[in-house]
């Protein structure tokens, strides 16, 4: 006989002592009331805008109504997004409060496609890439003729890295009042590239404007070269930090701590500066090594009559751009070029026993 039992049919009967399943109550869980589904909604009233910068979890966004106004807003990044990167020059579509007014917040809720992605890694072993910004389609590479000292592996790395994204390539050299850049630049004689000088006492403002006009251009160097300076001068509004080059060490103080988007105004129209930290490594983990070779438009020519599978390396047998070099057919700025390559290949060369795609 069991404890609630008590034998006595009667009692049980009469609800005494005896239970079933139906005198049994649940508390409905909640959490649990509605069941769990993967469809979004389809928010048809967003309204999409351009990611101009990112602070903390919270976006600048603009707005642009199609009826000639503009607006900036703040936003914040939907739930469903939560896996996604949104990255300065991201184009978006938001939802909630888009006016604008100081307190409010809208909400991120898609990311457009990209047109390109600049990348970089901490360092090239490090396959986790920094997205840097989207939909840029020109690089503004900013050197400095000395203090510190221009670095050509730097460059190439930049190079390597815009062509990779699909990125169009452009070059100031900076405190050209210091030193003469004519043998660094002798480094890249070969790549289309548009150079611009500038001096202390001289900087070409009205050049440059022209170059960013309708792109939407990225600049990037190494800490100390003078890139927020070239910023405030390009974009006066700007207020960019401004560092100084450490004697000691010779090398720049970051000052830049965010990258952001700034407009360029011009009587022809407008572009954007997309301005971002300095840094004093560019890692390429995330670039394939067919890629590199693209960042050396004179040596790819010669590369076409390289035999299939090449490698460009030192000991790679008949390559037509060893031989180039040896015979002279590139100048005095061949071997230079040609170790640029190689050593960037050298990284990036693929495990024994493969061949490069």
């Known amino acids: 006989m069991s404890w609630w039992d008590t034998g006595d049919d009667e009692d049980d009967d009469d609800g005494g002592f005896g239970y079933d399943e139906s005198d049994i109550r649940v508390r409905p869980n909640?959490?649990?009331?509605?069941?769990?589904?993967?469809?979004?909604?389809?928010?048809?009233?967003?309204?999409?805008?351009?990611?101009?910068?990112?602070?903390?979890?919270?976006?600048?966004?603009?707005?642009?109504?199609?009826?000639?106004?503009?607006?900036?807003?703040?936003?914040?990044?939907?739930?469903?997004?939560?896996?996604?990167?949104?990255?300065?020059?991201?184009?978006?579509?938001?939802v909630g409060d888009t006016t604008g007014e100081a307190g409010t917040l809208a909400r991120i809720v898609r990311v457009g496609e990209r047109s390109t992605l600049l990348r970089r890694s901490a360092d090239d072993t490090d396959e986790v890439e920094r997205v840097i910004v989207a939909n840029a389609d020109q690089m503004l590479i900013v050197i400095a003729a000395a203090d510190p000292e221009p670095r050509i592996r730097l460059v190439d790395r930049y190079l390597v890295a815009a062509y990779d994204a699909g990125i169009a390539p452009l070059m100031c050299i900076t405190k050209t009042d210091l030193a003469d850049p004519s043998e660094f630049l002798e480094n890249f004689a070969g790549l289309d590239l548009p150079v611009f000088l500038s001096a202390r006492d001289y900087l070409p403002l009205d050049d440059i404007t022209a170059e960013l006009i309708g792109h939407r251009t990225v600049f990037?160097?190494?800490?100390?070269?003078?890139?927020?300076?070239?910023?405030?001068?390009?974009?006066?509004?700007?207020?960019?930090?401004?560092?100084?080059?450490?004697?000691?060490?010779?090398?720049?103080?970051?000052?830049?701590?965010?990258?952001?988007?700034?407009?360029?105004?011009?009587?022809?129209?407008?572009?954007?500066?997309?301005?971002?930290?300095?840094?004093?490594?560019?890692?390429?983990?995330?670039?394939?090594?067919?890629?590199?070779?693209?960042?050396?438009?004179?040596?790819?020519?010669?590369?076409?009559?390289?035999?299939?599978?090449?490698?460009?390396?030192?000991?790679?047998?008949?390559?037509?751009?060893?031989?180039?070099?040896?015979?002279?057919?590139?100048g005095p700025i061949g071997r230079a070029r040609l170790d640029s390559l190689q050593r960037l290949l050298t990284t990036f060369a693929p495990a024994a026993g493969t061949s490069p795609a």
């Open 30 to 94: 909640p959490r649990g009331s509605r069941p769990r589904t993967k469809v979004r909604p389809e928010h048809a009233d967003a309204v999409t805008g351009t990611v101009l910068g990112v602070d903390r979890g919270r976006y600048a966004v603009l707005l642009d109504d199609g009826l000639d106004t503009e607006r900036e807003v703040t936003a914040a990044r939907a739930r469903e997004l939560r896996r996604k990167s949104v990255v300065t020059g991201d184009h978006v579509d938001l």
């Open 220 to 330: 990037v160097g190494h800490s100390g070269v003078g890139k927020s300076t070239l910023v405030n001068a390009l974009v006066p509004s700007a207020h960019r930090a401004i560092g100084r080059v450490n004697a000691v060490t010779g090398r720049g103080r970051h000052t830049s701590s965010s990258t952001v988007s700034l407009r360029v105004d011009a009587a022809d129209g407008h572009g954007w500066v997309i301005d971002t930290p300095g840094v004093r490594s560019f890692g390429l983990g995330h670039v394939k090594p067919d890629s590199i070779l693209a960042a050396f438009a004179d040596l790819a020519v010669i590369a076409e009559r390289c035999p299939r599978g090449c490698t460009h390396l030192p000991d790679a047998p008949d390559c037509a751009i060893v031989e180039a070099v040896d015979a002279g057919e590139l």
